[in-house]
C-alpha cells in the first residue's frame, strides 16, 4: 500500500486492511470451530459459532460503510480504488463463509444423539482442513499483495472439488447400506458441501487479489470438479 501526501488518508486505508484481516481471523477460527464441533458432537462449542458469526456481519457491515465513505471522500483512482474494492468484495466472502460455519455448527446440534461412524467425519474434517488452508494462504496473499501465492489457491480448488465427491460417494454408499444411517449421513453430506464452498470462498479471494495487484480480471473460468450434481443440488441453505 502506497503512501500518501495527506496521511490522514494512509490511516483510513490501513483501518481497513486492518478489518479484513480481524474478519479474516475471525471466519477462519469460525469454521475450525464449527469442524470441532462436529468432530467432538460438542453442542457447546456449536452454539458459540452460531452466536459469534453476528460479530462477522457487525465487521462486514463496517467495512462497507468505511469503503463507501473513502470512496466519497477520496475519490481513489488506479491502486488505492482497487484495495478499497478488493476489500468489499472480501468482507462479502468471508461474510459468506461464517455463514457456512454457522450451517455446519446447527448441524451439529440436529445430528446430536445420533450415531455417526467415525471415518466419515475423519473424512471432512480432513476436507476442512485443505479448505481452512486455502483460506489463510489467500488471505495472507491479499495482506502481502502476492499474486502468484493466490493464483496457487485458486489452482487448487480441485483438490477440494475431488475430495467433496469422493466423500459424497461415500455417504451414499453408507445410506444405501443401512437405512438407519440416511439421517446422519445427510447431515454430513449438507457440512461437507458447506465446507466445499467455503473453498470456493477462497478461490473468490484468489481471484479478488489478482485483480487487485495486475488490474485485470480473471477471463478464464474455473471448471468444476464436483460429481455430486448427480442428486440436485444438495447443500443449498
Known sequence: MA?????????????LMTKIAEMGGLAEGLVADSVTALTRMD??????????DARLDRLQHEVEERAILLIARRQPMALDLREIMGALRISNDLERVGDLAKNIAKRVTAMHGNMVAK??????????????????AVLDAFTTRDDAVAMEVRKRDDEIDALYTSL????LT?????????????????????????GDHATNIAETVHFVVTGEQMIEERLKSDGSS????????
Open 174 to 198: 453408507y445410506m444405501m447400506e443401512d437405512p438407519r444411517n440416511i439421517s446422519s449421513c445427510t447431515h454430513l453430506l449438507f457440512c461437507a458441501k458447506n465446507i466445499e464452498r467455503i
Open 43 to 52: 453442542i457447546g462449542l456449536a452454539q458459540k459459532v452460531v452466536l459469534t
Open 119 to 136: 471415518q466419515l467425519v475423519i473424512g471432512v474434517e480432513h476436507l476442512s482442513e485443505i479448505a481452512l488452508e486455502q483460506l489463510k
Open 168 to 171: 459424497f460417494r461415500e455417504l
Open 3 to 15: 503512501d500518501h501526501i495527506v496521511s490522514s488518508y494512509d490511516q483510513e486505508l490501513k483501518l
Open 230 to 237: 448427480m442428486i440436485g443440488s444438495i447443500g443449498a441453505e
